[in-house]
């Protein structure tokens, strides 16, 4: 079986910005509007449209209409599984 690495590198770019690992970290638990995670992250709405429709083209992200409102929601809550392996392993190596 071929792996195709550039997928892989491609998702790992997405997690290379702490403003999308903020964005992220806040729709853990549940689906968020811009302006919650505007609140949530103290970013611009600018800056969390710019990074949400970059992670929802890439597939990370999905959306639900709610009235007027859009709904943000992770595609793939493993994607925080591979979060908390990485902050054990940062923690070990800052020993």
Known sequence: MKVNYNIQCEMCKIFSNSNRMRIL???????KTVSELMKITELPQAVVS?????MRNKGVL????????V???LRYPEIM??????KKVTKKTRK
Do not use: C, N, V, W
């Open 71 to 73: 709904q943000y929601t």
């Open 25 to 31: 970290i806040a729709l853990r638990r549940k689906p």
């Open 50 to 54: 710019q990074h949400l429709s970059m």
């Open 62 to 69: 999905k959306t639900e209409k709610k009235g007027s409102f």
């Open 81 to 86: 599984r591979a979060f908390d392996m990485m």
